[in-house]
């Protein structure tokens, strides 16, 4: 069974930064792309970023340039490294794992598995 557990959130004001982990078990963690995605309140849940098994990496344009994620095959962790902050990144977090082995996606319905998440909250 696939455990994804997000820690990392937190309150920070606007240009500050915060770093989200994810630890996956369950799994041959290094086969999978991981993602990571966000979710406003009345809003759908929307794409961060992503990396693949060979540390590809893509971004919404949104945060292109602010945030970075990153893996850790040897830990089973993939985190995301947010800089800049902005109140529009005030969402909760989730980390995501692809259903398939060969794809890296940025679609929700391309990750199979999902963390339970974890707030950010960036204020003005």
């Known amino acids: 069974q696939v455990q994804l557990l997000e820690s990392g959130g937190g309150l920070v004001q606007a240009g500050g930064s915060l770093r989200l982990s994810c630890a996956a078990s369950?799994?041959?963690?290094?086969?999978?792309?991981m993602g990571w995605f966000r979710q406003a309140p009345g809003k759908e849940r929307e794409f961060v970023a992503a990396i693949s098994s060979g540390s590809t990496t893509i971004y919404a344009d949104s945060v292109k340039g602010r945030f970075t994620i990153s893996r850790d095959n040897a830990k089973n962790t993939v985190d995301l490294q947010m800089n800049s902050l902005k109140p529009e990144d005030t969402a909760v977090h989730y980390c995501?794992?692809?259903?398939?082995?060969?794809?890296?996606?940025?679609?929700?319905?391309?990750?199979?598995?999902w963390g339970q998440g974890t707030q950010v909250t960036v204020s003005s």
């Open positions: 369950g799994r041959t963690f290094s086969s999978y792309a």
């Open positions: 995501a794992m692809s259903a398939s082995r060969l794809r890296l996606g940025i679609k929700v319905s391309e990750y199979g598995y």
